[in-house]
């Protein structure tokens, strides 16, 4: 067994968050990461901003400035943040975990400290490790996906197509107000009794939510003007709730984003049997097998009938269908923190 402290000064959560709401990825993934590791059996502290002292699912919540922190640590995990990377020096092992596109660690502020502690820095997928130059200083340069929940592992194939029911689950400044366009243009004409179901909003996101609000709205706005055209608000879900959206959906649409890293919403849908249709973007094309298990298209024309194919024909569906729930489950959160566990010296 060993003892293992995350450290993170983002957004306002706590173990329990993944059950009480919405949640962005990256604090979902820190919540998996940390209940994999104390179910295998190491004593593991998270130090945030969490509201009070939490000890949930076998972790220990504190807040980050309440009182001191421990020193003898076999694994420190600093999370994102520049401020965390030296914070834990008598720690075995410090690694920098990042979520991000690297560019924002091309400051000095990251730069000196990445120097002096070369830590191994854990990225989460290929295309991520990309975005950090090679002659950039720091230790190692590791990839460690995100998991899958486990949550989303127990559709079955469906008996029958479902009715074409498209979704989109990602952050509506990521091209929603493009797919939207797209919908109206060229997909909803093609199948005339297609929905578009939206579970977005500003509340996944916490304070950059609330800073983007406006911003998401205006996009909103857009997707409320559609509604003739099948486009349905369904508003940000908790992952019981999507976990039901992805049961009962035929596709999802998500175009990507070159400063997506991972994309969870995608990986998550395709686990549970869901073909996507994305665009050779950013890292969704790490997440869809083409061909196989959805689409990665080049442009919004291949786009369109890509998602229409999929709406309109039960056969096709059915072998992407089918195709996900084989090949998409082959990395859960058991295998993320093993990796993480390998680090440790």
């Not at 690297?102 to 295309?127: C, D, E, N």
């Not at 973007?281 to 786009?303: A, H, P």
């Amino acid at each position: 067994m060993a003892r293992i402290l995350l450290a993170d000064d983002g957004i306002v959560f706590d173990g329990r968050s993944l059950e009480a709401g919405p949640l962005g990825g990256v604090e979902s993934s820190v919540i998996n990461l940390v209940n994999e590791l104390a179910a295998r059996g190491h004593e593991v502290e998270v130090r945030n901003k969490c509201p009070e002292r939490l000890d949930h699912a076998g972790v220990a919540w504190r807040p980050i400035d309440d009182g001191a922190w421990p020193g003898d640590v076999d694994l420190y995990i600093a999370n994102r943040g520049d401020k965390l990377i030296e914070r834990m020096p008598e720690a075995r092992r410090t690694v920098f975990w990042i979520h991000n596109p690297a560019g924002y660690l091309m400051k000095w502020r990251y730069l000196s400290k990445l120097w002096r502690a070369k830590p191994p820095i854990v990225f989460i997928g290929t295309v991520h490790a990309t975005t950090y130059p090679g002659w950039a200083p720091g230790g190692p340069r590791v990839v460690i996906p995100y998991g899958i929940s486990e949550d989303f592992f127990d559709a079955e194939p469906r008996a029958e197509a479902p009715p074409p029911h498209a979704v989109f689950t990602s952050n509506p400044l990521r091209s929603l107000d493009w797919l939207l366009r797209l919908w109206d243009e060229r997909i909803r004409p093609a199948v005339p009794g297609a929905e578009l179901h939206l579970y977005t909003g500003a509340t996944t996101y916490g304070a950059v939510g609330r800073d983007k609000e406006g911003e998401m709205d205006a996009v909103i706005r857009q997707a409320r003007a559609l509604a003739g055209a099948g486009v349905r608000i369904m508003g940000p879900k908790p992952k019981a709730g999507l976990i039901e959206a992805f049961r009962e959906a035929r596709c999802m649409l998500y175009r990507g984003d070159v400063n997506e890293t991972f994309c969870l919403a995608v990986g998550e849908a395709q686990a549970m049997g869901l073909p996507a249709v994305v665009q050779n973007r950013g890292s969704v094309i790490e997440r869809v097998v083409d061909g196989e298990t959805g689409f990665v298209t080049k442009d919004r024309i291949q786009f369109a009938d890509a998602a229409v194919r999929l709406l309109s024909d039960d056969g096709l569906w059915r072998r992407h269908h089918e195709s996900a729930i084989q090949r998409q489950r082959s990395w859960r959160w058991a295998d993320a923190a093993a990796a993480f566990e390998s680090l440790i010296e």
